[in-house]
Structures are given as structure tokens and as C-alpha cells.
T-cell receptor, first 114, second 112 residues
Framework: DAGVIQSPRHEVTEMGQEVTLRCKPISGHDYLFWYRQTMMRGLELLIYFNNNVPIDDSGMPEDRFSAKMPNASFSTLKIQPSEPRDSAVYFC????????????FGPGTRLTVT | AQTVTQSQPEMSVQEAETVTLSCTYDTSESDYYLFWYKQPPSRQMILVIRQEAYKQQNATENRFSVNFQKAAKSFSLKISDSQLGDAAMYFCAYTDNNDMRFGAGTRLTVKP
């Protein structure tokens, strides 16, 4: 099992540019989560999907952020336009159904917006 | 909304000694799950231990054990025989559905 795969691992971009982060969940997992980690705010849930459908996007900071899951094996988190305050580590995680199941995290994407 | 509080931003322990990391949470639910995750410098989030609220018995995983006090809404992690590889950020997490909430984390340093 390859685990949750995220790409790129590092992204450096200039303010105003579009950024797309990618995630491949573990095969068979019905839930997919996007988190953002910063020193100031810790680990924040941005959005999560169940069977490719967005369930809760209340953590998405603003309209510049959007997430899609076109199929069970792929999700994207897009920031357009990017701003320096978006600099953070973005994690994708997946899990099986059930409230007590473990979330398996990807290695994260470190985003730097200059 | 459920909140998770880790009151110790940093902790240190001598190698081979025991350390306890604290976590409290706020919820009105009776059925929920609690987790401790470890994040080493590689930044990979790794599950350490899991506790179901309906179970009174404290979970244990080798050198890691928890002290779950449901009435007090407390969920501390005890690491016995600390090893250098235990140095990491430790996050306490809560969920009662699929929406997991994390504490701010405790940075653990292990001194040789």
C-alpha cells in the first residue's frame, strides 16, 4: 500500500499566481480531508469529502480556495490568486467510514508564497 | 463546537524516563473517539494511540498508554522508557463523526 500521495512536496510561487495541490487517497477509503498547518493556527481542517462529495467546507478560508474530487482516487486544492499568508503546509488525509477510524495522512505540501 | 486543548507547548524528558503529555477537550457528546498523533521532523503524521469513549479501559500500545478520564474530559499520553526517536510534536485529536479536531500540539524533546 503506497499510502496517501501528495504532490508537489514543495511549491514556491509568487503572489497572485494560481496554485494547485494534488492528492491521491488510499484505495478503498471513502473519506478525504484537506488540512492546513501553520505555526500560528496549528492544524486546521479545510474541507472533507465522502464518496467524492464535499460534506463540510466551512474551514475553507475564503473564495480564493476551492477543492474538487472528480473521482475516488484524486483530489485537488486550488488557491487563486495566492497570497503570502497562504504559506503553510497542506496535508491530505483519507480514512474508511466510521467515526473512530484512523485518518492516514500524506507527507504534506509545503507552500511558500512570496 | 468541540475544542481540544493542549496546555503544554513544550516538554522535555531524559532518555529512558517517563513523560506525560496533557490534553483536555470539550464536548456534549457521549460517544466519541480520541487520538494521539506524532509528527516527527519529517512532518509525517503518525497515529500513536486511539481511545473509544465508551471503553473504560485505557488504551495501551507498547511504551505508550493513555489516562482517559471521561468525566473530567481529560486524555493524557504517557510515554515510558523514552527513546531519542520519540522526539516530535504530539497532537491530541477528537472526533465524534468524521470531522477530526486537533489540539495545538506539544513539542517533546528527549535528552540523551
Amino acid at each position: 500500500d503506497a499510502g496517501v500521495i501528495q504532490s508537489p512536496r514543495h511549491e514556491v510561487t509568487e503572489m497572485g499566481q494560481e496554485v494547485t495541490l494534488r492528492c491521491k487517497p488510499i484505495s478503498g477509503h471513502d473519506y478525504l480531508f484537506w488540512y492546513r498547518q501553520t505555526m500560528m493556527r496549528g492544524l486546521e481542517l479545510l474541507i472533507y469529502f465522502n464518496n467524492n462529495v464535499p460534506i463540510d467546507d466551512s474551514g475553507m478560508p475564503e473564495d480564493r480556495f476551492s477543492a474538487k474530487m472528480p473521482n475516488a482516487s484524486f483530489s485537488t486544492l486550488k488557491i487563486q490568486p495566492s497570497e503570502p499568508r497562504d504559506s503553510a503546509v497542506y496535508f491530505c488525509a483519507s480514512s474508511l467510514p466510521g467515526g473512530g477510524t484512523e485518518q492516514y495522512f500524506g507527507p504534506g505540501t509545503r507552500l511558500t508564497v512570496t | 463546537a468541540q475544542t481540544v486543548t493542549q496546555s503544554q507547548p513544550e516538554m522535555s524528558v531524559q532518555e529512558a524516563e517517563t513523560v506525560t503529555l496533557s490534553c483536555t477537550y470539550d464536548t456534549s457528546e457521549s460517544d466519541y473517539y480520541l487520538f494521539w498523533y506524532k509528527q516527527p521532523p519529517s512532518r509525517q503524521m503518525i497515529l500513536v494511540i486511539r481511545q473509544e469513549a465508551y471503553k473504560q479501559q485505557n488504551a495501551t500500545e507498547n511504551r505508550f498508554s493513555v489516562n482517559f478520564q471521561k468525566a473530567a474530559k481529560s486524555f493524557s499520553l504517557k510515554i515510558s522508557d523514552s527513546q531519542l526517536g520519540d522526539a516530535a510534536m504530539y497532537f491530541c485529536a477528537y472526533t465524534d463523526n468524521n470531522d477530526m479536531r486537533f489540539g495545538a500540539g506539544t513539542r517533546l524533546t528527549v535528552k540523551p
